[in-house]
């Protein structure tokens, strides 16, 4: 049974980050990586040394994951419908250790209000243990990382899209592309990796963050009617 929507735990943005991490003048955070490249988090945004996952339609980009992501998929010039994804998410059968985020190199984005410095791994970290279809761990890994960075009375303030209508704004890509990364790399199936599976859950992860906004949206309308 999911929990009910809870406020995150404050967050201050520590005055000394550690070791791994450098604050710049500017207030960017620059994280070294484990690999070769570096990933660099403000308080607008996220990105790492490849294009977004987002494209600024708020869609996922086919042209910039195609380097990433596409190579084993025979995917040209279509979107992935959201029927299609959910029809094959829900097949694929997949397991989470959440202990496999800590072992990640940990990333660091700004907060929903840019006062605070959250620790992506740390929090996906906080799940239980995950085994089932990819569509149900998808939607608790959403569910959960949600809860958790914005407080639920925020959650209707927020949309998915670039061209929200007032009073909602664009949820920041940060808080999609930074999840949905860690949860690529920590997610296991059967047969072993499928790279092609990678564009799906971003497409899912971000179809189900909108659904939760959505849903935020409905319930206040109805609670102002009563």
């Known amino acids: 049974m999911e929990a009910p929507y809870s406020t995150p735990k404050s967050r201050p943005k520590p005055s000394a980050p550690p070791a791994k991490h450098a604050v710049l003048p500017d207030g960017e955070i620059i994280e070294e990586q484990i690999a070769d490249d570096e990933i660099i988090m403000n308080s607008n945004d996220f990105r790492d040394s490849d294009e977004e996952i987002f494209d600024e339609d708020g869609q996922s980009s086919s042209s910039q994951l195609s380097d990433r992501y596409l190579k084993p998929m025979e995917v040209q010039n279509q979107k992935l419908t959201a029927k299609k994804n959910d029809e094959r998410i829900t097949q694929i059968m997949a397991t989470l250790d959440p202990a496999s985020f800590l072992q990640q190199s940990h990333m660091l984005i700004a907060g929903i ?77 059967p047969g072993g990796q499928d790279p092609s599976i990678q564009l799906e859950v971003a497409v899912y992860f971000k179809l189900h963050v909108t659904n939760m906004l959505n849903h935020a949206r409905s319930a206040a309308r109805s609670a102002r009617r009563k």
């Open 113 to 189: 209000d840019d006062n605070a410095v959250i620790d992506v791994n740390n929090i996906l970290a906080e799940m239980s243990p995950q085994s089932g279809s990819l569509k149900t761990i998808i939607q608790n890994t959403a569910n959960h990382w949600i809860r958790q960075v914005i407080p639920a009375e925020q959650l209707v303030s927020f949309s998915t899209s670039e061209k929200p209508k007032e009073p909602q704004k664009t949820l920041p890509s940060r808080f999609l592309n930074a999840p949905v990364r860690l949860l690529n790399n920590s997610l296991v199936f």
